[in-house]
């Protein structure tokens, strides 16, 4: 399915006949470890769920068509939202490689210092670093930056990479890295989320109905948040290398849109995860609620972030192994 040459459509809309045969139609991606694009709708007292993919090939829907685009765009607008329905608006991350939402205020200023500081020590010739959120603020003050900036970005604008219009480049770039910011104090949250798990552990390592319940927990976690602390890194290492950055700056501003997106589709479905586990005191949990909301958080981490040949044992039939017990997803 291909948008070549056409204009993407704003929104969702179909004109095969197929579409309008459920109630309730709406696409959404079907459960980890899959994530595939599906349709979903009521035909009486049965729900219906379809693969995109069986859809486009069971009704002979050319990519290139309008329905083919349509349904290209569906699956990737659901990296963004968690539903669409037909008549519902496509995300601006797939129209335009916008945000659909807004960075706060704390990470735009955060963004701005860590720019700001990265450009006066290129130009001091010194190596720029990345700043944790409780250093920066000292760091810029020792630094001098705000007597410093100006001659920095007059300095980059006279370089061949930099250009005459460093200066509003500057500005795009603090932009786009006001969202990383953003998703850096998400990850922080995630991590928080782990600290709490290894308190508990810690703190009621003596009762076994507890320690059982969070190891498999433990061992799954650790793997999301070292996946999300190595895509801020590799972020943050097109900001150290101020001259590669601006030599080629579409390519990079591309680069950080897009690790950008990615963080953001994966980090969206810790929301719950972040408000309950995150204000919980390690040595006074809620240990009436403990094991069960454990045992949620494995069945959230489990299908996502266990390895593939572990997934698929817990699946298999007890007799020879071959047989997986899930299913339950019509497939074409």
């Known amino acids: 399915m291909s948008e070549e040459a ?26 980890p470890p899959e994530n595939r694009p599906v349709l979903v709708g009521d035909l009486g007292e049965q729900d219906v769920t379809l693969p995109l993919t069986g859809v486009a090939r069971e009704f002979h829907i050319n ?15 659901l990296d963004f939202v968690s539903a669409l329905r037909p008549g519902d608006p496509v995300p601006v991350e797939v129209l335009t490689g916008d945000a659909s939402w807004d960075p706060g205020p704390d990470h735009a200023e955060r963004a701005r210092k860590q720019v700001e500081l990265a450009l006066v020590a290129w130009h001091a010739g010194d190596t720029p670093r990345v700043y944790g959120a409780k250093e920066i603020d000292a760091a810029y003050d020792t630094a001098e930056v705000g007597s410093k900036c100006d001659a920095a970005i007059a300095g980059l604008s006279e370089t061949s990479d930099g250009g005459a219009d460093a200066g509003a480049r500057v500005e ?51 793997i999301p948040v070292k996946d999300f602390h190595e895509l801020l890194q590799a972020v943050d290492a097109q900001l150290i290398d101020i001259e590669a950055l601006f030599g080629d700056f579409a390519d990079a ?43 949620e958080l494995y069945r959230f981490l489990a ?3 266990m390895p593939i040949d572990e997934w698929v044992l817990i699946f298999a039939d007890d ?9 339950g997803v019509m497939t074409w």
């Open 172 to 222: 795009r770039l603090i932009e786009e890295y006001a969202f990383i910011e953003a998703m850096r104090d998400r990850h922080t949250s995630i991590a928080r989320v782990k600290a709490v798990l290894n308190g508990i552990h810690r703190f009621h390592a003596k009762e076994m109905s507890v320690v059982g319940e969070l190891e498999p927990v433990l061992r799954l976690i650790g």
């Open 303 to 305: 299908p996502r972030y």
């Open 6 to 31: 056409t204009p993407l459509p704003e929104t969702v809309s179909f004109e095969h006949p197929f579409f309008g045969t459920f109630d309730n139609t709406h696409f959404r991606l079907s459960e």
């Open 319 to 327: 007799d020879d192994g071959t047989e997986l017990k899930y299913g």
């Open 253 to 295: 501003e591309t680069r950080i849109r897009d690790a950008r997106n990615d963080l953001y589709r994966r980090m969206s479905a810790w929301d719950d995860i972040i408000e309950y586990w995150g204000g919980i005191d390690p040595r006074q949990p809620d240990m009436f609620n403990l094991v069960e909301r454990a045992r």
């Open 63 to 77: 990519r290139n068509s309008a329905d083919g685009i349509m349904l290209d765009v569906v699956a990737r607008s």
